[in-house]
């Protein structure tokens, strides 16, 4: 999955990228992941 990157000036901005978007990547996941939970648990019927 992961290319070895050489030590070039380059290479250590694209991985800082890389690595930048894939966190992005995922806390976008997540938070969609608890508005998903959020908003089920607002319209679905209450428990008595």
Known sequence: MYVCLCNGVS????????????????????SLFLWEINAVSAFAPRAK
Request: proline share 0%; aromatic share 10%; glycine share 0%.
């Open 11 to 30: 290479d250590k901005k694209f991985a800082r990228q890389s690595v930048s978007f894939i966190r992005n990547l995922s806390n976008n996941c997540v």
